[in-house]
């Protein structure tokens, strides 16, 4: 008998619609239950690529004693963090202040209220390393609740309490400054792994924000310490095993500190973020290895991630069946020895066994190797390592391959969009900028209403139920501006400016502080509000951004002020954690650098000569700048008004905080203003 998340868009959420265990999907009607039959809530959060999440869900969710115990003692709801960040991020704080530490599967026991008094992430079938069984847990909890009323009722109300207390301490409203920013690269310099790449220990994420903020201090100072630690990074993460070398794009994160062993799952956001970050890397070096890299992962999220409605799917799981009908994490991508001489003959498999690193012993579990490309000085014939290339990427199809979650996550579009539009410029490959282009019509079709509200998620063509958070109007923002550079329509500009408006009036607090949900959303114990970037930019870093860009495209003197006043918190945090605030220095370099407005007027744009500026300003490397493109006296976006061709010559003209430099017909002459 399937439960109540049978009629769900999630993935994750209809992974457990046929669980014994009487789920609920968070809702008023789960807490009325609650309340009406006196029992606690037992809130269990994840998401549908989580590993620990499938193996708690095996282990005690599809067991009948351990639902029958669930079903008579509380009401169950499953939450999936991806579809409401807001739920997540109100009970992960609870988490982690009463426990040092959090993380998926989530299990949380709350009153009928939704106040929490009891926290946990994993729980094992039966007690091990310290760890309570779950069985133990739920009984110490319906004991708890049977005898301890009181207790429980203190302590729920105490953590609510203290979760109200933990407000941001703001700072001021001031963007940083050059001595803020000076004072954020120290910062990063004591924490870089010179040896291998990256910030910190293991596990090792990849730290994209930081790497664009890297690459614009360096752009806009000429710190070349900064653009070494960025190319270094980058370079290590492309030849480690979390980058795919057969079929392209990263993995969330590597276990090790060497980027060899990734935990498996392929994120949108992750892809969409570094593609970027390697495509500006490309645009500042001119590595071949950037542009391959961010190439191969544009063409990973067109060919493996892009749904039969045009958006872009969320994630790729880490487990797949292993061809014994046994779900392993890893399963689909490793290789053995034996394993590439099947597919390669002895000779071939011998010589990808030395490119690609494979061992006997094996990089991961049993022998098995993850592919990389260790540095080495032999020389390597490049066509027959394509040959190889191609047949291990055959033979790999031939495998189980891993699920698909195919919610569609506003937010994570927003930010693919604005990395295939860019990438797609860069390399003269239009079908990746029409990629980003179908994405963003689906956002535009399905995600937005009438009054320019968003919801989060889709699935199947189908809208989700869930109000869109503020991440969710700052990248799809970020994404439409992106689009109007690189396309010079100026619609794009039009839906930004309606979400930003959004951001003004719903999302922002007091001295310019923005909260994660809109002041009209649905109430939770605390309204959730954090500006650090971690795996995605914050929603308040993103929003300031964005801002920034559109203040920058239209004179809008109210959305810059508004992306000032949010970047104070990056003021406050930049010097002292710059790892979890990178989206908002690059941010801050924009704003510092101007950011530069270019418009470039043109008789058409299939113009060669017009064609010719416009790559040249996409190109440039000073940060944050926006590109306007069109014909003289268009009023398509407002960098055109009163530009007019010179000599009759598609013209550029570049300008910064209300001063232009004289207008250029030469490409070379706007290379040098931006820093190409």
């Not at 055959?394 to 698909?404: C, H, K, L």
């Not at 924009?590 to 017009?610: F, Q, S, W, Y």
């Not at 905080?657 to 190409?676: K, S, V, Y």
Request: include cysteine.
């Amino acid at each position: 008998m399937p439960n109540r998340l049978a009629h769900e868009t999630s993935p994750y959420l209809l992974q457990h619609a046929d669980n014994p265990v009487d789920w609920w999907p968070w809702s008023a009607e789960a807490f009325e239950e609650a309340r009406k039959t006196n029992k606690p809530v037992l809130l269990s959060v994840g998401y549908s690529s989580c590993h620990w999440c499938h193996v708690m869900a095996q282990e005690s969710f599809e067991d009948q004693a351990t639902a029958d115990f669930l079903n008579d003692h509380f009401v169950n709801i499953k939450v999936d963090r991806e579809e409401r960040p807001d739920v997540d991020a109100v009970y992960m704080e609870a988490v982690q202040a009463a426990t040092g530490q959090g993380g998926w599967p989530m299990t949380v026991f709350l009153t009928p209220d939704a106040e929490p008094f009891y926290f946990g992430t994993y729980f094992p079938p039966s007690p091990r390393q310290g760890m309570p069984s779950f069985r133990q847990v739920l009984e110490g909890v319906r004991a708890a609740w049977t005898d301890r009323r009181d207790e429980v009722a203190e302590v729920a109300g105490k953590i609510v309490r203290d979760l109200a207390g933990r407000e941001i301490s703001y700072g001021d409203s001031q963007a940083p400054g050059e001595e803020q920013l000076a004072a954020a690269l120290l910062g990063l310099t004591r924490e870089y792994d010179a040896q291998r790449g990256g910030f910190g220990g293991a596990p090792k994420f990849p730290p994209s924000m930081v790497v664009e903020f890297l690459l614009r201090h360096h752009a806009r100072t000429g710190a070349e310490g900064a653009l070494q630690m960025a190319q270094d990074t980058c370079e290590r993460m492309a030849r480690g095993g979390i980058h795919d070398q057969l079929g392209g794009g990263f993995a969330r994160y590597s276990v090790d500190r060497d980027w060899i062993v990734p935990h498996f799952e392929k994120m949108l956001y992750d892809n969409a973020l570094l593609c970027r970050v390697y495509a500006h890397l490309w645009r500042a070096t001119g590595s071949e290895l950037a542009r391959r890299v961010a190439l191969d992962t544009a063409d990973f999220m067109v060919r493996e991630l892009r749904t039969n409605e045009g958006g872009f799917a969320s994630a790729l799981d880490a487990d797949s069946d292993d061809g014994s009908g046994k779900h392993v994490e890893g399963a689909y991508y490793v290789w053995t020895p034996e394993q590439l001489r099947e597919v390669l003959g002895e000779q071939d498999a011998e010589l990808a066994a030395q490119y690609f690193g494979v061992t006997e012993e094996g990089t991961f579990e049993e022998g098995q190797s993850v592919l990389q490309l260790p540095q080495q000085d032999t020389f390597f014939d490049g066509e027959k390592i394509e040959s190889i290339r191609r047949r291990l990427l055959d033979a790999r199809a031939e495998r189980p391959a891993p699920g698909r979650d195919d919610k569609v996550v506003a937010a994570w579009n927003g930010l693919a969009i604005a990395a295939l539009a860019e990438t797609g410029a860069y390399f003269d490959r239009p079908d990746l900028v029409d990629a980003a282009l179908g994405a963003a019509d689906l956002l535009v079709r399905l995600h937005l209403d009438e009054e320019a509200r968003l919801s989060r998620t889709s699935k199947d063509g189908q809208a989700g139920a869930n109000a869109g958070v503020l991440e969710d109007y700052a990248d799809v923002a970020e994404g439409f501006l992106a689009l109007a550079s690189v396309t010079g329509e100026g619609v794009w500009l039009d839906f930004a400016g309606f979400l930003l408006d959004h951001v003004l009036t719903r999302f922002t607090g007091s001295e310019g502080a923005l909260f994660d949900t809109a002041a009209d959303a649905e109430k939770l114990i605390r309204r959730p509000q954090d500006p650090t970037d971690n795996a995605v930019p914050s929603g308040w870093t993103a929003a300031a951004g964005a801002l920034l860009s559109y203040a920058a495209q239209t004179g809008s003197e109210p959305h810059r002020a508004a992306a000032e006043k949010a970047l104070g918190v990056v003021k406050a945090l930049g010097p002292r954690v710059p790892r979890f605030v990178g989206w908002g220095l690059a941010v801050a370099e924009a704003r510092m650098d101007g950011p530069k407005e270019v418009a470039i007027v043109g008789p058409a744009l299939t113009d060669e000569a017009t064609r010719a500026l416009h790559r040249t300003a996409l190109l440039g490397t000073a940060p944050g700048a926006v590109v306007a493109v069109g014909t003289p006296g268009s009023d398509e976006l407002p960098l055109l008004a009163d530009r007019i061709l010179v000599g009759g010559e598609p013209t550029a003209y570049v300008c910064r905080h209300f001063t232009c430099d004289a207008p250029t017909t030469d490409a070379e002459a706007l290379r040098a203003a931006l820093g190409g």
